[in-house]
């Protein structure tokens, strides 16, 4: 149970969203689709000022709201200098991928036969991304593909599994922006959500763990050849 934050000492914009319980969570969920969406790049300072006045909320709320981020691998916080985006390195995408086919493989192989309405969620997800690409949408591409990764391990019927997934796929977000055009990034797995579907609806779950598990691979195999592409600065990061 989250704890409710304490109450500052200085006055801050009184509203609804002063330290409730819960309200942490709340703008940490905010603050998460803030920066796998793109709009908080990695490296980017988080301005507790700019912040707390946009979200109207105290700055104990928001620092629990960081907290939890930064358990999620999405935030780190420097001495004396603030609370940054997370830069992660080439070992943290292998990790990251590592983990996503132990659980998403892992879920695949534990299940039985489906009724249509347990994949409506799957279903869903593969319509809004191919939706999304005829548009020519394709960061609302990347978030039909994230529900339908999500989709995918809530099979399981777990929610550790299912927070452990959320972690997951918002850190592999931290390397989109090593594509300039995420058409480039998003484009190769439209089709290959939909196999899996199909070979979930015949009941396959071998050939779709097989298959999830070599389309994670490539997946892993094309961010990380984008990531080595790019410059390395003066203190050895891209």
């Not at 659980?103 to 279903?123: D, F, I």
């Not at 939706?131 to 339908?148: C, K, L, M, P, Q």
Request: proline share 6%; hydrophobic share 40%; net charge neutral.
């Amino acid at each position: 149970m989250a704890m409710t934050p304490s109450t500052p000492s200085a006055p801050s914009t009184s509203s609804p969203l002063t330290a409730p319980s819960g309200t942490a969570e709340r703008i940490a969920s905010t603050l998460r689709r803030q920066i796998t969406a793109g709009e908080h790049p990695p490296g980017t300072r988080l301005s507790e000022e700019m912040l707390g006045a946009r979200l109207q909320i105290s700055r104990n709320t928001l620092r629990e709201a960081f907290r939890l981020l930064s358990h999620d691998g999405l935030l780190m916080h420097e001495l004396h200098r603030g609370v940054f985006v997370r830069e992660p390195n080439e070992a943290d995408l292998i990790d990251v991928f590592h983990l996503r086919r132990v659980l998403e493989c892992g879920v695949v192989r534990s299940l039985t036969r489906l009724g249509p309405e347990r994949l409506t969620p799957l279903t869903d997800a593969v319509l809004a991304g191919q939706s999304a690409a005829e548009r020519d949408t394709w960061h609302e591409v990347g978030t039909a593909n994230i529900d339908f990764h999500q989709a995918l391990v809530a099979l399981g019927g777990s929610r550790r599994a299912d927070d452990t997934i959320r972690r997951l796929l918002a850190e592999v977000r931290l390397f989109f922006h090593v594509f300039p055009d995420p058409r480039e990034l998003f484009e190769p797995f439209l089709k290959r959500n939909a196999m899996l579907v199909d070979m979930l609806e015949r009941g396959d779950m071998t050939a779709a763990a097989d298959a999830l598990e070599t389309y994670l691979r490539d997946s892993e195999n094309h961010v990380l050849q984008a990531y080595r592409r790019q410059p390395v600065d003066a203190g050895g990061r891209r």
